[in-house]
């Protein structure tokens, strides 16, 4: 089986920031997109940012300039920067997959992990 594991969620307080890692581990063969969702108390559930195999990098408009996305191996990192009270909410690691056994393509959500932001 597929896993993703995301570690870094936490209280800070505005102005502050935070590192979120998420660890995709199992029988991968290739990774084509990785990124970050949030999900605050009676909203839907957003993309914050993601980044393709070919490096491409993607965030809301409401992040730009104050979060960053990086990858690494299985790795994906989400730096952020500056946070406000707006960006508390749980955040979920979501990765496209190429797995095994058998080969197939495969969506695959972290459990998440709660960011709070303090005023």
């Known amino acids: 089986q597929v896993q993703l594991v995301e570690s870094g969620g936490g209280l800070v307080q505005a102005g502050g920031s935070l590192r979120l890692s998420c660890v995709a581990s199992?029988?991968?063969?290739?990774?084509?997109?990785m990124g970050w969702y949030r999900q605050a108390p009676g909203k839907q559930r957003e993309l914050v940012a993601n980044?393709?195999?070919?490096?491409s990098r993607n965030y809301a408009d409401s992040v730009k300039g104050r979060f960053t996305i990086s990858a690494a191996k299985n790795t994906v990192y989400l730096e952020m920067n500056s946070l406000k009270p707006e960006d508390t909410a749980v955040y979920y690691c979501?990765?496209?997959?190429?797995?095994?056994?058998?080969?197939?393509?495969?969506?695959?959500w972290g459990q998440g992990t709660l960011v709070t932001v303090s005023s």
């Open positions: 979501n990765a496209g997959l190429v797995v095994t056994f058998p080969v197939r393509n495969l969506d695959v």
């Open positions: 199992g029988s991968i063969v290739r990774i084509n997109a």
């Open positions: 980044v393709t195999s070919g490096g």
